[in-house]
Every structure is written in C-alpha cells, then in structure tokens.
C-alpha cells in the first residue's frame, strides 16, 4: 500500500454542494435563516500508518503559534489538525473565546477587496460575533478587540477577540453545550437548528469535523473547534471544510475556498509534496 503522501484523494461532488447551497440560500430568501455552513470532504481508501502519525506529529510541530495542534486516536479511528478556532479559554475567572469567521485565499488577496472592505464577509463575521455574545451575555461584561485579519499560512480569516471577566465560575460542559455549534460552524440564528442540513446533498455526516475538542480541569478549561483535520477509520481518511453561505454566496468563489482550506490541511500535515 502506498504511503499516505501518494494518497489518491476522491474530491467532493461540485454538483451536490451547488445543490445545497441553492437549498440554503432558497432558506435564506424565504427569510428562516441568515446563514449556514455546509461542509465537504476529500476521501481516501488509504489507512494512515503509526509511522505517518509521527510525521504528521512532526510537521505539525513546525505549525505557527496562532494555530492550536491537537489529535486523538484509539484503535484504527483518529484524528490530528491544527485549528486556529478557540470555543473558550477559561482560567482565573477570565473567559476569552473568539468570533473566527470570513475567508479570503492568500492565493486570492491580490484580486480580491480587503475581508475589512467585503461586505458579504464582514457580514458573516457580524453574525457569528453577535450570537457568541448573546450566548454569553450573563456570564459578564464582555469586551472585544476587532475585527481584524488574522494570518495563517495559506489563508486570511477575520478575527475578533473576546474577553469576558467572568461573575463566577462557567459549569464547562454547560458552556460547550449552551456556545458548540456557532454560527462560525452552524446556522445563524442558531434556533432554527442545523440538523437538517444532513438532508442536503453530500451533507449526510460531519463526523468528529467541528466537534468540540476539549482539555478539562475544575477550574480551568480550552476547548478548541476541530476543523483543519485529518480524519481517519479502519476504511478510509477525511479532510474535510465547510463555508459560510449567505444570500450573496456565490459557487466558484466558495468552492474554491472549500478546496483552499483543505489543501491547508495537506500542508499543514506534511501531506503535499
């Protein structure tokens, strides 16, 4: 069996995501929802090997500091990423969690408005702060620094930080529950519910994309948003990314930011030569 690199990726449908980001956009225009974000995924019948973990363990070593590495496996099922999206950070009675939502491909800034200047961006960006916010409004004053665009190595994303001096200890698994999914990951408004999405093609299963992904102690708590992965079982790997659709959404221009995010991933792990 060839070794992970030389992995053949089968790339997701075009066709089934133009078919449920018209669906969504159809639930937009009769005004139920504002936003949504399907998800895709590049699969391979390959099987990742103990020794390709330590590789991909060493090239996620080299990762930047604004990017969060992290992995889990037990048996044949795993995954490892590198994700620059934060649910909560909790210490000393200061909760810091972020709006992350609003793209632009490095490969694309030159020919593109400033994610400061796109309008159907910022206003991705508007409703994922809004509901975090909301969320979180009894916990305590929260004060916000953004947005701004923050760097990563293939992708610029726009960024807001959040910082909230809590009144009292947060019960954690509440927070998960009461914050996982935002907006940045699910639907706008959050109370219409994301679930049905799984009825759109080439939606049917995320699987552990997104998932909370959490370090728990009594008092003090980090609980990452797992995208930017590597997905694995005893049949196949996964690398998945999702976008946020909105009534201006166009296909080509989330398409190719779809295909961006993964090859981040790729690159992120070692795995593109």
């Known amino acids: 069996m060839p070794p992970l690199l030389k992995a053949s990726w089968q790339e997701p449908a075009?066709?089934?995501f133009s078919k449920a980001l018209l669906q969504i956009q159809k639930r937009i225009h009769d005004g139920e929802?504002?936003?949504a974000v399907p998800v895709v995924f590049?699969?391979?019948s390959q099987k990742v090997l103990r020794e390709e973990k330590a590789q991909m363990i060493l090239s996620l070593l080299k990762a930047p500091a604004n990017l969060y590495v992290y992995g889990f496996w037990q048996s044949e099922n795993g995954l490892l990423g590198a994700t620059p999206e934060v649910l909560f950070d909790y210490s000393n009675q200061v909760l810091k969690t972020m709006a992350l939502a609003g793209t632009c491909p490095k490969n694309e800034a030159a020919h593109r408005e400033s994610l400061l200047a796109d309008k159907k961006e910022m206003q991705e960006h508007g409703l994922v702060l809004e509901d975090i916010l909301e969320v979180l409004k009894d916990l305590?004053?929260?004060?916000?620094?953004?947005?701004?665009?923050?760097?990563?190595?293939?992708?610029?994303?726009?960024k807001t930080d959040i910082e909230i001096h809590c009144n009292q200890d947060p019960d954690f698994i509440s927070l998960v529950n009461n914050l996982h999914p935002t907006p940045a990951l699910g639907v706008a408004p959050r109370g219409f519910g994301y679930k049905w999405m799984k009825?759109?093609?080439g939606q049917e299963s995320r699987k552990a994309f997104g998932a909370p992904f959490a370090l728990l102690t009594r008092k003090e708590a980090l609980c990452l948003v797992a995208i930017r992965n590597l997905q694995w079982n005893n049949t196949e790997c996964m690398?998945?990314?999702g976008c946020g659709v909105l009534a201006a959404s166009e296909l080509e221009r989330e398409w190719q930011e779809l295909y961006q995010k993964r090859l981040s991933v790729r690159k992120i792990l070692g795995l593109e030569a």
């Open 199 to 201: 009825e759109l093609p």
């Open 33 to 35: 929802i504002q936003k």
């Open 140 to 158: 305590g004053e929260a004060k916000t620094r953004g947005p701004y665009i923050a760097e990563l190595p293939t992708l610029y994303h726009l």
């Open 42 to 44: 590049a699969r391979s």
């Open 239 to 241: 690398i998945g990314s």
């Open 14 to 16: 075009k066709n089934d």
